[in-house]
DNA sequence: CTACTGACTATTC
DNA sequence: AGAATAGCCAGTA
């Protein structure tokens, strides 16, 4: 879980945020649903944006209202995986990470 | 070359 | 907390 500009930061482009979003836009098989925006914010609009805030709940992501909490799980900041909620281990495991192909 | 466009950010009010 | 603002950067027209 991290964020654009953290992303960026960690690849060496300090203002490279939106070129993460290049990044996950065109790449494959990434995931995406696990980068937000700056302190949690979720960047997608629409339904795009529910359905990021479902596989992120799905993966037992917690949130603080509208945003994911950082605090918790945000990198590079100890990395603390929360165990899903029950009925969801066997979605997550059904379904595992993205898209479009 | 200029203008516009984002799944962006940080700052300021 | 939300809106405006000004940077940012590569791709596109």
Redesign the pocket.
């Known amino acids: 879980m991290s964020?654009?500009?953290?992303?960026?930061?960690r690849a060496g482009?300090?203002?490279?945020?939106?070129?993460?979003?290049?990044a996950?836009?065109r790449g494959r098989g990434?995931p995406?649903?696990r980068?937000?925006?700056?302190?949690g914010?979720i960047?997608?609009?629409g339904e795009?944006?529910r359905e990021?805030r479902l596989r992120l709940a799905i993966e037992g992501v917690r949130f603080?209202?509208?945003?994911v909490d950082l605090a918790a799980h945000g990198w590079p900041t100890p990395p603390r995986i929360r165990s899903p909620s029950a009925h969801s281990v066997s979605e997550l495991r059904r379904a595992p990470i993205?898209y479009?192909e």
């Open positions: 964020t654009y500009g953290e992303v960026a930061r482009l300090p203002n490279g945020a939106r070129l993460v979003v290049r996950l836009v990434l995406w649903h980068v937000v925006g700056a302190g914010r960047a997608l609009a795009a944006g990021q603080r209202g509208r945003r993205p479009s």
